[in-house]
């Protein structure tokens, strides 16, 4: 038995972990990209200098997600078929048991996720990325004075979208839930940074053949939302001409939170929120034109779709309009209301994890 | 003075494409649409046939003048002398009669010749047994007993989802 149950679902875009405790769970999130820095200091405290949280990565410094528009430099991604498994995929995931779990390290069931067109051969990637660490991570912040050691008891990866049936299959103690909630035909659609995953189930079935062909690479918010955001964004004006897709998804993060989709550079602010409701539209369209009506015959004979990832957010109310009816409502289920649609597959991993461990 | 919108009743009906027959009346009511005529059409016909099925042809020589004095008829109710109905029966029967036609509509002749076989506008029918022609009255598919109702579970989905992903463990 683990110390601690652990499951990370590095995203192109943002990394979302969450920790068993009880009966609920700890959570963090933060965007999956890094800056180099230096970490250094003048020595005249916080009041006086700008400080910035770091991770020490071997003999490199990064700072995480949102921090790196401190220093802007050589800000780093990975996105796209390759990453799983590899030195970035392994930093985000290190940094989230990091920030998950206590100082002192111990033991892991680590649950994480891989698109599921590329699930076999990223399975097999992140088992030997990890064999080579000899299942043991390791990760130093700022103000550490050793590394935080943990060792990686079991590992578990899953395709995306179905952990987070995961979420509505089975409640917080990862006992299977008596109901009719997966009945019929079920239709997942997980719309992160990068890739839209697409699965069919029957009867909480699916068909391990059927993932290779359930990823569209290449199709999530960065190409349908982002990238033309930006576009727009670079014409309004000088100032907005040096900014990258980042400074487009931290203010879409940050309107989605709170309403306010003001993007601000220089001396210049633009209120993006009308150009994202529109481009938001477009996307839902998109989806329903390719994949729901062109792939899933317009839903006819499925029960319900189920809307995952940050893409969720974006399209769901349009995709409402489209198929009345057909969209899961979370909210009608006790079990799965509380957890944000960026969380249902770390959420659904770990209730995973629990009925694994309880079996 | 503001007026009193009119009380106004809304009707629709079903038409299934994958009957050839059902298909022409659709492509028909476009057609009818473009000409702004479709309404006036259903009207027309549903007083017609209600008429028709009655015995009466007042409708039919209203909407079609030129129709009565074909067939040398007047426009009779049910309460008219029986052989002027007899007379304008015979009348319209011989006016079909006479039309060449190419469907495939068996059409009886007063006299059926004993071979079997009817001259029919050319066409010679084919010693064939009589057979009731299909219905395409969708009225009849609401006899079948085909009531929408909610799918039953058996509770089971969430253990079959369990199995499935340990399974892709194997």
């Known amino acids: ?359 | 003075m503001s007026q009193k919108s009119p009380h106004r009743n809304r009707f629709n009906f079903w038409l299934n494409l994958d009957k050839p027959d059902e298909e022409k009346i659709a492509d028909t009511i476009e057609h009818l649409k473009t000409e702004r005529s479709f309404t006036k059409t259903i009207r027309d016909g549903i007083r017609l046939i209600v008429d028709l099925r009655k015995g009466n042809t007042e409708v039919l020589f209203e909407l079609f003048p030129d129709l009565e004095s074909r067939l040398g008829g007047s426009s009779g109710s049910s309460g008219d002398d029986d052989s002027d109905i007899k007379r304008e029966i015979d009348n319209l029967k011989q006016l079909i009669i006479s039309q060449t036609t190419n469907s495939n509509t068996h059409i009886m002749s007063e006299q059926p010749k004993p071979s079997g076989l009817q001259s029919l506008g050319g066409v010679k029918q084919l010693n064939a047994p009589q057979f009731d022609k299909p219905s395409y009255d969708d009225d009849e598919d609401d006899d079948l007993g085909l009531v929408v109702t909610k799918a039953v579970s058996d509770g089971q989905a969430s253990l079959n989802f369990l199995a499935s992903m340990n399974a892709l463990q194997q």
């Open chain 1, 1 to 359: 038995m683990s110390d601690y149950i652990v499951a990370v679902d590095a995203g192109n875009g943002f990394t979302n972990a969450v920790r068993a405790k009880g009966k609920s769970y700890d959570s963090i999130g933060f965007p999956s990209v890094r800056a180099a820095v230096t970490g250094d200091s003048l020595g005249l405290g916080e009041q006086f200098e700008m400080s910035i949280d770091y991770v020490q990565w071997g003999s490199f410094r990064y700072s995480l997600g949102d921090d790196v528009f401190m220093s802007r430099k050589a800000v780093e991604r990975h996105q796209g078929a390759f990453r799983y498994g590899d030195e970035f995929w392994l930093f985000l995931v290190s940094v989230a048991l990091g920030k998950l779990l206590p100082k002192k390290g111990g033991s892991v069931d680590l649950t994480v996720f891989a698109p599921p067109a590329l699930f076999f051969d990223a399975k097999e990637g992140i088992e030997y990325r990890l064999k080579q660490t000899k299942n043991i991570i390791t990760v130093q912040f700022k103000g550490d004075k050793k590394p935080r050691v943990f060792k990686i008891a079991s590992l578990t990866v899953h395709p995306e979208g179905l952990g987070a049936v995961g979420c509505y299959a089975l409640d917080d103690a990862g006992k299977p839930i008596v109901s009719d909630i997966l009945t019929g035909d079920t239709v997942v659609l997980d719309m992160g940074m990068y890739t839209i995953d697409a699965l069919q189930m029957s009867e909480g079935k699916f068909n391990p053949e059927s993932l290779q062909s359930a990823t569209w690479e290449g199709q999530g918010i960065k190409a349908h939302m982002l990238d033309i955001l930006l576009n727009q964004v670079k014409k309004a004006g000088a100032d907005f001409e040096l900014l990258t897709t980042d400074d487009i998804d931290l203010c879409l993060r940050n309107g989605l939170k709170t309403g306010d989709y003001a993007l601000v550079s220089g001396a210049s602010s633009i209120d993006l929120q009308k150009a994202v409701n529109k481009q938001a539209v477009r996307y839902g369209d998109w989806i329903a034109n390719n994949i729901i009506d062109g792939v899933f015959n317009g839903l006819r004979g499925v029960k319900s779709l189920i809307l995952v990832g940050g893409g969720a957010t974006l399209v769901q109310d349009h995709l409402k309009t489209q198929y009345p009816n057909k969209i899961l409502d979370a909210s009608q289920h006790n079990h799965v209301a509380d957890v944000h649609p960026t969380l249902l597959n770390a959420v659904g991993g770990l209730r995973l994890a629990l009925a694994r461990q309880s079996a």
